[in-house]
């Protein structure tokens, strides 16, 4: 469970730099001279973090608390939310599109679509961490981000709204045919 722990909070830590230590992302992109090179920077304990946090995932579950078994249509739920959280990340990984525009941090918007989701289907002691731990970041930052000075407007393209739902359903047909169970041991829609 520790090492769970210490990726799970590592990761999440390193994501709230913008929120723990305004000001520090401007700087180091100054120093550094590119946005670019700040994201390479950045991206090394997140990573580190992640890793960790995937690697000490099996053991924390070998040691939960089940609290009981979630009703099945809870579980159906999580299997419509999922999908469309991941539209949803890619929407806010992408060049401006009208999901941006329309839900303005749409990556944060799936992040809890995607908890709560599993909070809902995962009636366990580290499901309840990891997915409640994900859901207060996406708040927590959503907050943040709007009391930070709005960007200047841009003119949104439908185009990277359709590949935000090309790949989100792509990941979600990998996921349904074997990816989320070779990854996480579990199927991903109940009784496949």
Same mark, same amino acid.
Request: net charge positive; proline share 8%.
């Given at each position: ?27 180091? %992109? ?24 995937? %690697? ?72 309840? %961490? ?63």
């Amino acid at each position: 469970m520790i090492l769970f722990l210490i990726g799970l909070y590592g990761f999440l830590g390193v994501h709230l730099t913008r929120v723990i230590a305004p000001g520090f992302r401007e700087r180091m %992109i100054a120093r550094l001279g590119s946005r670019f090179r700040w994201m390479g920077v950045y991206s090394v304990p997140a990573i580190l973090f992640f890793v960790l946090m995937v %690697i000490g995932y099996p053991d924390a579950q070998l040691s939960t608390i089940v609290f009981a078994e979630p009703p099945t249509p809870l579980k159906h739920m999580n299997s419509l939310f999922s999908p469309i959280a991941l539209v949803l990340f890619f929407a806010g990984s992408l060049p401006y599109g009208y999901l941006q525009k329309i839900l303005k941090h749409p990556q944060l918007v799936g992040v809890k679509l995607w908890s709560l989701g599993h909070l809902l289907a995962n009636w366990d002691v580290t499901s309840f %961490i990891l997915f409640g731990s994900f859901m207060a970041w996406a708040v927590i930052v959503r907050i943040a981000a709007k009391k930070r000075p709005p960007a200047a407007p841009k003119t949104p393209s439908a185009l990277w709204d359709g590949v935000s739902v090309l790949l989100g359903g792509a990941v979600t047909g990998w996921m349904i045919m074997g990816g989320h169970l070779a990854l996480f041991g579990r199927a991903p829609i109940p009784g496949m």
